[in-house]
């Protein structure tokens, strides 16, 4: 049974430009939510994806976009990089209902310049 | 609004030491309540859960934790720590507000090293 899966595992970009994570739910969970995690820092909720929608959001501003596809799969786009957007990016699914318990993949490592 | 404290943002047992991590929240209502462990880059993985059954709950790798209503507290324990143990630990709680998809509201982290 595969589990929480991200892509990609390391990114450096520079400042101003964009950038799209992706994650693939573990099998049978329908919900995905995004996490961001500085250094030394807990996890910050992102949103949350259900049925195609972001159903939750957390305080992240609009370059904070989302995306989730018929096959749960999702992706976390960040437009005009900042250097604060630096950090560890991390992805958890979870079953409607259930979305309390999640499960995270490793994270992708986003370092902007 | 919930959130959640952990006290001291580092602890250093011996091995073969008791292990005990400290966490307090805040809520309005019954909380269901987390512990998450994260080894050195890798993601988070769920050690045990509260979620208004028995108040002393068993997690993996022999960590168990306690809901303690009237101390709003729900620290992890473990009896005996092994190296392998040394990691950063998070508690969280989740937000009773937002229906079925609840989201998770994390403390900051402890990390925890665990000496020879």
């Known amino acids: 049974d595969a589990g929480v899966t991200q892509s990609p595992t390391h990114l450096i970009k520079t400042r101003g430009q964009q950038v799209t994570l992706r994650c693939s739910p573990k099998s049978g969970h329908d919900t995905v939510s995004w996490y961001q995690q500085a250094l030394g820092q807990g996890p910050q909720f992102i949103f949350q994806y259900y049925e195609e929608e972001e159903r939750q959001r957390g305080n992240f501003p609009d370059r904070f976009s989302g995306h989730q596809f018929p096959n749960y799969s999702s992706e976390l786009n960040v437009n005009a990089l900042l250097l604060g957007d630096s950090a560890l990016y991390l992805c958890?699914?979870?079953?409607?209902?259930?979305?309390?318990?999640?499960?995270f993949g490793p994270g992708t490592r986003l370092t902007v310049t | 609004a919930q959130s959640v404290t952990q006290l001291g943002s580092h602890v250093s047992v011996s091995e073969g030491a008791l292990v005990l991590l400290r966490c307090n929240y805040s809520?309005?209502?019954?909380?269901?309540l987390f512990w998450y462990v994260q080894y050195p880059n890798q993601g988070l993985q769920l050690l045990l859960k509260y979620t208004s059954a028995a108040t002393l709950v068993k997690g993996i790798n022999g960590f168990e934790a306690e809901f303690k209503k009237s101390e709003t507290s729900f620290h992890l324990t473990k009896p005996s720590a092994h190296m392998s143990d040394a990691a950063e630990y998070f508690c969280?709680?989740?937000?009773?507000?937002?229906?079925?998809?609840?989201?998770?509201?994390w403390g900051l982290g402890t990390s925890l090293a665990v000496n020879p």
């Open positions: 809520s309005s209502v019954p909380p269901y």
């Open positions: 958890a699914s979870s079953l409607t209902g259930l979305a309390y318990e999640q499960y």
């Open positions: 969280a709680v989740s937000d009773p507000g937002a229906g079925n998809n609840r989201k998770l509201i």
